[in-house]
């Protein structure tokens, strides 16, 4: 799962991409509202941390300017501003959460996770109802009929944007910007190598390729 981290601050910007990468995500980070809005534009983002206090283009600026051009990407405002005036500006303007500095990384998980299941039309953490797969967005646990396993960073990324849209078909390209961050080596195999894991653990049928066009998951009731 890729998100961006729009934060000015290096000590906090560098601590945040540390963390969240131990928690399985890839993060670029960027320190001004310019670059992040020239970041968004070219999409793959599952969320974007969005600091408030920013040089140049703030976050406030950012935000409106990103939901009035249609940019549905969850947002989530973290700020040393905790004024409720802040807060009401914030989520009037399209902020989908709002989290005070300082916080523990377990709250921003929690709160990003709750972003995700929102975001994919979900209430609960189960995603891909209809599905072969199905995707536990709290456990990282892929399930198929009675068997669970737990899925690697990269596993969950991967079956993540697949079930986005359950039978919706994903190119390679498209996958690899879902799932790896800037300055990350791809492999040119790397999507091949995921999906023949995902493959041996839930059936050659979890997963089908459509020949030269990419990868979709199988609907159930699919042929």
Not at 8 to 31: C, P
Not at 59 to 79: A, D, H, I, Y
Request: aromatic share 4%; net charge neutral; with cysteine.
């Amino acid at each position: 799962m890729r998100a961006l981290l729009v934060e000015d601050d290096e000590m906090i910007g560098k601590s945040l991409t540390q963390a969240l990468a131990r928690a399985g995500w890839s993060v670029d980070w960027v320190r001004d509202g310019e670059p992040a809005r020239a970041a968004l534009a070219d999409g793959g983002y599952a969320c974007v941390l969005l600091d408030l206090g920013l040089p140049r283009l703030d976050g406030l600026s950012l935000l409106r300017q990103l939901r009035g051009r249609g940019e549905l990407t969850p947002v989530l405002v973290l700020t040393a501003r905790d004024g409720i005036e802040d807060r009401i500006a914030g989520l009037d303007l399209g902020a989908d959460d709002y989290l005070v500095k300082p916080f523990e990384l377990g709250e921003l998980l929690a709160r990003m996770r709750a972003l995700l299941r929102r975001a994919g039309g979900v209430a609960q953490s189960l995603l891909g109802q209809g599905a072969a797969l199905q995707l536990d967005l709290n456990t990282r646990e892929a399930l198929r009929g009675g068997q669970r396993e737990v899925l690697t960073a990269r596993e969950f990324a991967l079956l993540r944007a697949l079930l986005e849209r359950p039978g919706a078909i994903l190119s390679r390209e498209q996958l690899e910007q879902r799932i790896y961050g800037w300055g990350e080596e791809v492999g040119s195999n790397m999507i091949d190598v995921l999906i023949h894991g995902m493959r041996r653990k839930f059936g050659a049928d979890a997963i089908r390729n459509v020949r030269g066009l990419g990868w979709r998951v199988a609907l159930v009731d699919a042929a």
